[in-house]
């Protein structure tokens, strides 16, 4: 029984000799008076200060994507390569292709609900969120 005793004092007595090393417990206190270098962890950001300027520069970059309207068929969406003089995307472009989506084709679904709303002087609804979308699809 006491040589068990001597070997539990004596891993304690390593435990705290590698604290000291480490310089994590206050010399001469055997309570755990444990000194962490710096400030605790758990108070720290998440993320550091390199990734939260990627993350800031990210929201910056996505802030200026701005999508395009073409004056032939209305689609809108991003790097439509719209022509600067007729306003026409490359699709439209094509005289063939030009008359395959337009209002004469029944192709223009015409303005939004928001368009309608806002031309109209009414409350303007929110946008469907995707998963609202999803629930009112026939596909
Ligand atoms: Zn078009």
């Given at each position: 029984?006491?040589a068990?005793?001597?070997e ?23 309570s755990?008076?444990?000194?962490l270098?710096?400030e605790d ?7 550091s200060?390199e ?5 800031q ?5 996505l ?11 209305h ?6 390569n719209i ?8 699709q ?7 008359k395959?989506?337009?209002s004469e084709?029944?192709?223009?679904p015409g303005?939004s ?5 806002y031309q109209y002087g ?8 995707q ?9």
């Amino acid at each position: 029984m006491q040589a068990h005793t001597d070997e539990i004092e004596q891993q304690i007595q390593q435990g705290e000799q590698e604290l000291r090393r480490l310089e994590l417990i206050d010399q001469g206190n055997r309570s755990l008076t444990i000194l962490l270098k710096g400030e605790d962890p758990l108070d720290q950001p998440a993320i550091s200060a390199e990734d939260h300027q990627f993350i800031q520069t990210f929201h910056e970059k996505l802030g200026e994507l701005q999508m395009e309207e073409c004056n032939n068929c209305h689609e809108r969406w991003f790097d439509m390569n719209i022509g600067p003089t007729t306003g026409f995307c490359s699709q439209c472009r094509n005289q063939n292709r030009a008359k395959l989506f337009n209002s004469e084709n029944f192709m223009d679904p015409g303005p939004s609900v928001q368009e309608l709303a806002y031309q109209y002087g009414l409350k303007v609804p929110e946008p469907c969120t995707q998963i609202e979308a999803m629930c009112i699809s026939p596909v």
